[in-house]
């Protein structure tokens, strides 16, 4: 790759110089700092390059399942990031295999898995725990999708591997690129793999800092379908072997009713069925998602969710999404208050948390759940089918 020569102009009368570009070989700094630099600005990574639908990126944690990076875009897909310096060309070598395990691995995640990362890594970074949804809404000032249906767009990345890959380094190692070129030419892999140096340029040259950073692709691959990708090294020389497995084609289409009902713990699946069926008989509207539904009202001339549930947990409606909805103070102080008699429950509503699992709760709380939802819902808004 050529090297190209930045300049610094300074004054309107074109007075600049060029750049200083930082020797690999100078130690100025390392992996965890260049993993700080991305976690704190990762627009400098030009991931519209790679596919739109991936950015922008929104960090999510470090060191989750090993992964060096790991982003999110408001559309709920998934970029791992893996970082690299020049002076350590034998971690070149194995850098594709590392991330494609690391991509493989992501695939068995639930939402649920992933959520509970983000929240302790959050925990441990900050202090204080962050939901996965609540995250990217900090970062995103109008997310057009509600929290069941990103859900459903994390958990359909998830599910299909659809990754976008990125090794990032000083310099990029060719090994690396040529491997991942046998990699990416076979059939039904589903991430694109993609190789970005970060050329670092000082603005003083008898100083290191500051710096100036410069992202360029080296390699960027097509995006194809998933294989069993199996890599050895016999002397430092990878040898790769790609399978294709013959499946049948998932169904991307969403959940129905019978599927989400089996897809409930045991416990659950007679409390649930029965409520679902009364509120879809009675006209208010069912959004079946990818893996969950979401209840939604018509609620001043737009539809208003006021229920999500997923096969391992649940949302309660939280008090500042009723204040900005605007529904009646009423009843939703009403549904709040039943719901915090039960134990399992109101822990989560007292350390801010809207999220409940069933494996917590007994079959009087998921009860509880759904009924005080229910009454909620006949409080607030009349049912299309009688008021048709």
């Known amino acids: 790759m050529v090297q190209q020569r930045p300049y610094l102009i300074t004054d309107k009368e074109a007075k600049g110089e060029e750049l200083h570009g930082l020797p690999v070989h100078d130690k100025v700094f390392d992996e965890i700092w260049l993993q700080e630099v991305l976690f704190r600005h990762p627009s400098v990574l030009p991931i519209e390059l790679v596919d739109e639908d991936f ?14 990076n790991l982003f999110i875009s408001p559309k709920g897909l998934l970029t791992i990031v893996e970082t690299k310096l020049w002076r350590n060309p034998q971690a070149h070598r194995t850098v594709v295999a590392q ?9 068995t995640w639930s939402y649920k898995d992933l959520d509970d990362a983000v929240q302790g890594f959050m925990q441990k970074s ?8 609540k995250a990217v809404k900090d970062h995103v000032r ?43 030419s076979a059939p039904r892999l589903r991430f694109s793999m ?25 390699a960027k691959t097509r995006e194809v379908e ?23 084609p998932t169904s991307r289409g969403h959940i129905t009713l019978p599927v989400f009902i089996a897809s409930l713990p045991p416990n659950a699946r007679g409390i649930f069925e029965p409520y679902i069926k009364k509120w879809m008989k009675e006209g208010y509207t069912v959004y079946w998602g990818i893996a969950g539904f979401s209840l939604r009202i018509d609620w001043k001339e737009k539809k208003a969710t006021i229920f999500d549930a997923y096969p391992e947990f649940a949302n ?17 102080h009403k549904y709040r208050s039943a719901l915090m008699a039960s134990p399992a429950i109101s822990s989560r509503i007292s350390a801010g948390r809207t999220v409940v699992y069933y494996e917590d709760m007994s079959d009087a709380d998921i009860q509880l759940l ?19």
């Open 316 to 332: 309660c409606l939280r008090q500042k999404k009723a204040e900005k909805l605007g529904l009646p103070e009423g009843p939703y």
């Open 126 to 133: 900050f202090g204080k725990p962050k939901s996965l949804f």
């Open 194 to 218: 993609n190789f970005v140096e970060l050329q670092c340029y000082r603005l003083k040259k008898d100083s290191n800092w500051p710096l100036v950073v410069f992202p360029a692709f080296v």
């Open 55 to 68: 950015g922008p990126l929104i960090p999510i944690g470090q060191e989750i399942a090993s992964i060096d």
């Open 370 to 388: 759904l009924g005080s939802t229910d009454n909620l819902l006949h409080a607030v808004a009349t049912p299309p089918a009688a008021g048709s």
């Open 99 to 107: 991330i494609l395990d690391y991509a493989k691995g992501l695939t």
């Open 226 to 248: 998933r294989a069993v990708v199996r890599i050895t090294y016999k002397q430092e020389k990878p040898e790769v072997k790609i399978d294709t497995p013959s499946i049948e």
């Open 142 to 184: 109008n997310l057009e999708v509600s929290e069941i249906e990103f859900q459903d767009l994390v958990q359909g990345g998830l599910t299909d591997g659809r990754f976008a890959l990125l090794v990032v380094g000083d310099r990029i190692f060719p090994g690396a690129t040529e491997l991942a070129e046998i990699i990416q």
